[in-house]
């Protein structure tokens, strides 16, 4: 029997290296048992057979190293040997990773999606408290990770809040930044973190600015934001009262809306001209698989471009799946990155309100971004909003074009040129286009518009207001477009 003593439960290079002189040796999986070291040795620590020194080689692909680098930061203390299970079984059937139900490469591939589960929710729920003031202040923080995450999590506060130090204190191990390195100490008890602080108040503030009863879907938003994290946020206090006055403010809300709730109306569907076209329809029906939750899921771990480094979150699309119309934008922006909800800072409140006026409502359209994670440079405390660039609209298209695909909406609204780009599927000018609607390859109709921000950007309150006529001009297009479709249903 070997038993392998691994430094840490993050000790991935330990593993790596005993799992190749190991397998060089031809050891069996159940010839092996592996630990993380403790503080104190056993009495009797095992001794093991020797090993040859590893000769020779053998190759795994690159796939595998990037799974196991993650999936080794379960908590499960069986993963070493699941690990060296799939390995070993890779060395003679190089395919197998493509075998998804072979419980070997399965439960991996589980717990490497937990681990990047948490990694988000980490990024998404530490709240800093700010100890000392000025020159001399430190944001610290309280956090319970699910799994091993702390490192892997560590260098995106550091990019995110560069020009601060910070503490990042768990019970396993404490993450410090020091405005050049991230270090790291063991694991202290909650005890020793800190309480309140005059940011709390802030958060609170901004929480329930964003808090939109309509759109209130209480399991959801427990699925996002379990239970066990809210004992560490600030706005944990305004959840409860929030949710129990959602009720009476939304009834409040559609008694003020200007029109009536849309009767469910016909689709467009896809033609069958000739083969292309019906290899296009079953490419169309498979994405037509998706169900926006499933993929929202999907996007959450999305790594096709770089911005996934520095945003808080992927900011999905949000709506129903049944809405009629899809609303555009171009990316999330500051208050987007935080809430993970598109539209939700000031540039959605000039769209809610230019909705209203074209009597759409907006609980029955579905909102996204060309873009779904937030780019901005930072500037002292301020991160500023940074336009998108061709790679980076790319990159992301797959995920319009699928939520283009689940949603089947009657109409696009592209708003603003990096929205018009991604849903053309190359550059658009809007003055050109607009106005009218479009007709799209596959029979959705688009109709082109100016982005809010735009609007709020204008300097001179008469071009604001005649732009502002204008853009409800163009979504009223968009209403009669919906109201003609009802009558044809
Ligand atoms: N601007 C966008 O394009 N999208 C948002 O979600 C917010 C601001």
Redo the contacts with the bound molecule.
Sequence with gaps: MHHIILSSETDFDGWRKAARALALNDIKPFDVTWRVADDAPELFEPTNPPLEPPHGTFNVPAKFVELAEVAILHRNPERFALLYRLLWRLRTHHDLLELATDPDVAEPIAMAKAVRRDERKMHAFVRFREIGREQKSHFVAWFEPEHHIVELAAPFFARRFADMPWSILTPDVCAHWDGHVVSFTPGVSRSEAPGADRLEETWRRYYASIFNPARLKVQAMQKEMPRKYWRNLPEASLIKPLIEGAGRSASAMIANAATEPHKPQKRLEPAKANNKASDEASEMARKQADDIEALREEAADCRACHLYKNATQT?FGEGRQTARIML??????D??DLAG????????QM?DRALQEAGIDRRTVY?????KHFKFVPRGKIRL?QKPNTPEIKACRQWYERELAAIRPDLVVA??A??AQSVFGKITPINKNRGHTIDLPDGTRALVTV???YLLRLPDADAKAREYRRFVQDLEIAADVLRKSAHAA
């Design positions: 900011v555009v934008g171009e990316q999330p922006g208050k987007e909800k598109p539209f939700v800072g000031p540039a959605g769209l909102v996204t971004n060309a873009v909003h708003m603003g990096t929205a982005h809010p921000s």
